[in-house]
Structure formats: C-alpha cells, structure tokens
C-alpha cells in the first residue's frame, strides 16, 4: 500500500454531485453553491442547483442547463459513455449529450423526482420522487411504460444485473424485489432493524450490498437472497456504497470521517482513507483501482461562509 496515491480537486462554485464515464469524463453537479452529494463512473452504474457539469481529469468543464429545480440525482447510460440522465424537483427528466452538451430529451413525471437509475440493457429509465412513485420511461421513446405507487418510505432503486429484478431499499429498513418486467413482488427482505438506505451490485454478478441508518453494511448472496457477511466499522448510518471494477473490494462511508474500503470475500479491512470532514457518495471507477468521492466541506477551510464540496480521487497500486 506504499504506493497509494490520493488527489483532490476542488469543484467549481461548489458542487453537489460527481458522476464520471469510462472514459475518465467526470460529470459534477451541480455546479451553483451545494455540497457534492454523489459521485460515480459511467460504465458502471450511476444536486441543489439548475445546471450540471462534466470535468475531465484535464479540466475541461462544460454546464449543462435547463431544469427549472434542483438537480437532485443522476447516472449514466450503461454502455453509451456520451449519455446521461439527470432527475429534477422541476418534475422532469432529461437526458443529455456530452458530445453536444445539450439536452436530447425532456419526460415530463407527476413528481418531485429525487433518485433515478438506468437499466442495465440501457432499455429503461426509473425515476422515483418524493411520494415514493416510481415511473419506468422507455430510454427510446421517452414515454411512460409502467408506475408503482409504493406504501413505504424508497430511499434507493436498482436493477439487478441480469435486468430480471427490481430491487428497492425502504424506510422500515426492508430490500423489496420485484419481477422485472412484469413488477410483481417477489420477497421482502428485513435487512436491518432500521432505515435501509442504500444498495448497490457487484458488477461480477455474484453479490449486492445495503447500507443501513444502524451503520452496518450487509453483503447478500444474488442467487440466494440471503445475508452472508456484515461489515461493522462504521459508527454512523450508512450513506454510500460502491464496489470495485473486479468485485473484490467495497467502499462504503457515512459522517465519519473516513471510507472503509473492505476485502469482499473476508470481511477484513484493506484501507481506510481518512477524511476531513462526512462522505457523501463514493465510487470505483469501472476499469480501475480508483475511489472517486465527495465529501461536506461547510466547515472546511475552503469557504466556511457557504456550504460547498470537494472531490478527491483515492487510487490504490494497479497489480496490471
């Protein structure tokens, strides 16, 4: 671990989210004052302002505007590294062109969208808003095919990835499956004893995580739907998940100030990168040994008078 290298990169007018392609294009948003929110890379799967901006590593930055509310969430096309979709409070979603930097299409949605997510065959969009409906919009035409009202708390949506499931993590700390496409409930899990706030999928298909207010992470067996090891390191909820390009590592944070990166196959702890101030999002990039995440810096030695956000990259010795 003597080679471990770690960047940082102070984002313009402080920035609430980062997403980035396989092609090392960081997408941040937004890019108006905010804290930095989420991050992540294209290719695999993945705001309180009206536009949006992509960073390279060689600092190119491009905005992206057009919503009329907050940018809350965002991901990119599965294997398009040129597509994005960003989900708004201005009840619409868009979905934009990096290489134009314009918005290729605007849906129309019934609510204050705040999580979204793409399917894997990159075939479907889901967006759920704040009265916990989830609407399923076809990536081609643009319209409605399905929606879900749903009597709990959905904090966080996921396809699975052979595209066959539906999984939701809700407010009474449960991991609800649906059949996809024909959205019939398939199992309720009781993952943790309290608020389930987070999901996300080994990208070998073999394992998916959850994050819990109780601050425990669990890794579940895909076939099996069962609990096969908790990682107990952190001490406050869990905010962020996010596995490696090869499944073998999963990196996950909450306020404390440092992101436990933990070996997947044996629970046991590789590193801890210590932080400043409380993770709000990490992500392995799709091809690489690299960490990207975001951190709260309201109280850091920035700007103390707004609240604001850094993005640092964490990158660990590439045996290749």
């Known amino acids: ?14 920035v609430r989210s980062v997403f980035a392609s396989s092609q090392v294009r960081l997408l941040i948003y937004p890019s108006g004052d905010a804290a930095c929110w989420d991050v992540g890379w294209s290719g695999s799967r993945a705001g309180h302002s009206l536009t949006s901006s ?5 600092v190119k930055e491009n905005n992206y505007r057009g919503h009329g509310d907050s940018v809350d969430q965002l991901c990119w096309h599965p294997s398009n590294p040129d597509l994005f979709v960003t989900a708004s409070g201005d009840k619409t979603i868009r979905i934009w ?33 704040k009265d916990d409906v989830v609407t399923f919009i076809d990536a081609k035409t643009h319209r ?25 993590t809700n407010g009474n700390g449960c991991i609800n499956i649906l059949s996809y496409p024909e959205l019939k409930p398939i199992q309720s899990i009781n993952a943790h004893p309290s608020n389930c706030i987070c999901i996300k999928f080994d990208p070998m298909g073999k394992y998916f995580a959850t ?30 998940l996010s596995f490696s390009h090869d499944g073998k590592m999963l990196a996950s ?65 590439n045996d290749s």
């Not at 992509?54 to 060689?58: G, I």
């Not at 930097?101 to 894997?120: L, M, Y």
């Not at 109780?214 to 869990?238: G, T, Y």
């Open 144 to 168: 409605s095919k399905a929606e879900e009202q749903f009597k709990f708390e959905v904090n966080e949506i996921s396809w699975n990835n052979d595209n066959n499931m539906f999984f939701l």
């Open 54 to 58: 992509v960073l390279t590593l060689q």
């Open 253 to 317: 944070a909450s306020e404390d100030h440092f992101i436990d990166i933990a070996e997947v196959e044996t629970g046991e702890k590789l590193w801890e990168v210590q932080c400043e101030s409380p993770t709000f999002t990490v992500a392995w990039h799709p091809k690489r040994p690299l960490l990207a995440f975001a951190c709260d810096d309201k109280d850091g030695k920035y700007d103390s008078s707004r609240e604001a956000g850094t993005v640092k990259l964490f990158g660990l010795p």
């Open 211 to 240: 994050g819990s207010a109780d601050a425990l992470v669990s890794l579940w067996d895909v076939d099996e739907l069962v609990c096969v090891r908790c990682f107990s390191r952190l001490d406050w909820p869990v905010r962020t």
């Open 97 to 129: 062109d990096v290489r134009t930097t314009k918005c290729i299409a605007t849906v129309n949605t019934k609510g204050e969208n705040i999580n979204i997510c793409w399917s894997p065959d990159g075939q479907t969009i889901a967006v759920g808003n």
């Open 1 to 14: 671990m003597s080679s471990v290298r770690s960047m940082m990169a102070r984002l313009p007018d402080g």
